[in-house]
C-alpha cells in the first residue's frame, strides 16, 4: 500500500495514544504515540530492551497501558479484545497436535459449529497449501523443521481470519532461503487480504523490504519513538533490484543511524553515570 499516491481516506486501524507503561516501577515505555492505517504495513525495530514486544503485547490487548488509551478499529482494547492473530519467532503451535489439527483448531474457534469435519479438513489443507506445506498436513511440530513450523504458525494465524497480525521477530530462527520465501508470503497476503500487519524485527534490510513504515525505537528503558521513517520505494517491490541501487545501500544507512544515534547516546549517559559516580 502507497498512502502517499493514494488520496483515498484510509481509515486508522490502531490509534496508540500517549502509552505509558512500566514493570514495577521501571519504566518500559515512555509516552509513545503511534496511528496505524488499515492495510498497511508497520514495522517496529530498535535496540533489545526498547519495548518493541512490550508495545506490541499492549496492541494485542492482552496488557494494559499504565496511562494512555489504545483504539483497534475505534475501540478501546481495555473494554474488549481486538480480533487480531499474533505470530511469535517460537512457531506458536500446539505441540500436540498435527498442522492440519492445530489449523482446524483455530478454524473451530473462529467458525463456532458452521462447518462439517470433511470442510474443516479442506479448508485446513488449502491454509496449508498456501504456506507449502500440504505435503505435511499429519506432521507433528516435533517432526518439521524450524521454518516448517513457522509456515505451519503463518498458516494457523491465516486461518483465525483476522485483518490485523501481529508479528513479533517471526523470521528470526530461519534460514535465509526460507525466510526470503515467507517475507514474500506475508507480503503477499498484505497485499492481496489488505491485512493490515504489525512486524518486529533487528534486520534492517527485512524491514525496509516489507514497511510501508518503520517505527524506530529508542534503546530502553524507558523506549521511546525516536523517528517514525516512511519508506520510500513503491510497492510491490523487487527484491534483488532493490537491494542492489544506490538509492536502497543509502537509505539503509540512513535507517541504522536512526537506530545508532540513539544506542550512542545511551552509551554516553551510562559512561557518564559511571565516570560521574563512585565505580571509577
Ligand atoms: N515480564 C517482565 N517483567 C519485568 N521486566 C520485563 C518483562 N518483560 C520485559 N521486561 C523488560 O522490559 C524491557 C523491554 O522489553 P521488550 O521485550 O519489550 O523489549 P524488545 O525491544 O522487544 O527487546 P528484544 O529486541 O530483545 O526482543 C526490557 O528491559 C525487559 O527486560
Do not use: C
Not at 54 to 80: D, H
Not at 170 to 181: C, E, H, K, Q, Y
Amino acid at each position: 500500500m502507497n498512502l502517499k499516491t493514494e488520496n483515498v481516506a484510509v481509515p486508522n486501524k490502531i490509534e496508540a495514544k500517549s502509552i505509558y507503561f512500566d514493570y514495577d516501577g521501571l519504566e518500559i515505555l515512555n509516552n509513545i504515540n503511534l496511528t496505524v492505517k488499515e492495510g498497511e504495513f508497520v514495522v517496529f525495530m530498535g535496540p533489545s530492551g526498547s519495548g518493541k514486544s512490550t508495545f506490541l503485547r499492549l496492541l494485542t490487548g492482552l496488557a494494559q497501558p499504565k496511562q494512555g488509551e489504545i483504539l483497534v478499529n475505534n475501540q478501546s482494547v481495555a473494554k474488549s479484545l481486538p480480533d487480531s492473530s499474533v505470530v511469535f519467532q517460537d512457531y506458536s503451535l500446539f505441540p500436540w497436535l498435527t498442522a492440519e489439527e492445530n489449523i482446524i483448531l483455530a478454524l473451530k474457534q473462529k467458525l463456532k459449529k458452521s462447518k462439517t469435519k470433511k470442510e474443516l479438513e479442506q479448508l485446513a489443507q488449502g491454509y496449508l497449501e498456501l504456506v507449502q506445506l500440504g505435503h505435511a498436513i499429519k506432521k507433528y511440530p516435533g517432526e518439521m523443521s524450524g521454518g516448517m513450523r513457522q509456515r505451519a504458525a503463518i498458516a494457523r494465524a491465516l486461518s483465525l481470519g483476522s485483518d490485523l497480525m501481529f508479528m513479533d521477530e517471526p523470521f528470526g530462527a530461519l534460514d535465509p532461503v526460507t525466510r526470503i520465501n515467507l517475507q514474500d508470503l506475508i507480503l503477499q497476503v498484505n497485499r492481496e487480504q489488505q491485512r493490515t500487519i504489525v512486524f518486529v524485527t533487528h534486520d534492517a534490510e527485512e524491514a525496509i523490504f516489507l514497511a510501508d513504515r518503520i517505527v524506530m525505537f529508542t534503546p530502553g528503558p524507558p523506549g521511546k519513538i525516536a523517528e517514525i521513517i516512511d519508506v520510500p520505494f513503491p510497492k510491490t517491490r523487487n527484491r534483488k533490484q532493490l537491494f542492489e541501487s544506490l538509492e536502497f545501500i543509502k537509505f539503509r544507512d540512513y535507517v541504522l543511524s536512526v537506530m545508532n544515534r540513539g544506542v550512542f547516546e545511551k552509551l554516553e549517559e551510562s559512561y557518564e553515570v559511571r565516570v560521574g559516580g563512585e565505580g571509577i
